[in-house]
């Protein structure tokens, strides 16, 4: 990446973001998700697609399994928007391009982007950079989370409204955190105001995962380690069930893996599937 004097942002979030590049390179359509602004966000050399971790092949399931999740995230900011709520948070937003993608939408809403410090003051030069500055509607919340940093004040002094109803989005971050940690946000999050939803992914116990994917999966436990992003906590649907009820959700529901392949690429003759192992919770406040 170029000039380097600058912070960079976390190498998971690059990696999502080039990972929703490839699909639409790569993958035949209908494409599942559309996303080449992160790509251009990262502005990676020319040979990116070289990277081992970017094999089409060896990582098709994990690309798979990335578009579908924000597929489906995408579809339910619509669903809420339906409903009246005007209040979205990213947690872990990384390199999401949301506001970028879809102003239309986006303008409905008030949008808080949370992640650590790095990541938010890179993406912030970026986004200027390329012209597609930081408009009002978009407010990025930088939070060091390593020091302790109160998520929830600093989302409060960004402008959310604790006494309104909010869609709360945190995918692709449980499996880096402990489980006293996820117990935590989700008890904050049980607070909202009543008519918030949040959707947060988590990943499957090993034996939960179908064989044909647990292989794979503890292959990139220990370069996920190297990388300085250990996978941590691991979850069945009950255990997060019932930490969403002991938070003070009023419902909550359980989105396997299966059930958005089946929703997104059942009708597809190439053979792309979406990697088992990482499903979503669904509660309601």
Partial sequence: MADEQYEEPDNTAVR???????????????????DEIGLRLVAPEEDWRSRPDMDPD???GFRASTVCRARFVEDLVAEEISQGIDQYVILG??????????????SLLRVF?????????WKRRRLIELGYGIPDRLRLVPVDFEAGGDWWRQLSDAGFD???PALVVCAGVTVYLTKEAIAATLR???????????????MLPAELVDDVDRDRLEETKPRARASGTPFISFHT????????????????????????????????TDGLRA??????LIATV
């Avoid at 904050?188 to 988590?202: E, K, N, Q, Y």
């Avoid at 930490?243 to 929703?263: D, I, K, N, T, W």
């Avoid at 990697?275 to 979503?280: A, N, T």
């Fill in 113 to 121: 982007e949370i992640d650590q410090p790095a990541t938010q003051s």
């Fill in 162 to 164: 604790p006494g309104r």
């Fill in 275 to 280: 990697s088992s192992g990482e499903d979503l």
């Fill in 93 to 106: 937003a990384g390199l999401d391009t949301y506001v970028q993608r879809r102003p239309e939408t986006a």
């Fill in 188 to 202: 904050r999050l049980g607070g909202l105001a009543p008519g918030s939803t949040l959707a947060m992914t988590f």
């Fill in 16 to 34: 999502v973001a080039l990972w929703r590049a490839m699909h639409v390179q790569v993958d035949a359509e209908p494409h599942v998700f559309e």
């Fill in 58 to 60: 060896a990582t098709s």
């Fill in 237 to 268: 649907p009950q255990e997060m069930l019932g930490l969403a009820r002991a938070a003070g959700f009023e419902s909550a529901r359980h989105v396997s893996g299966p059930q958005l392949a089946a929703r997104y690429f059942e009708d597809r």
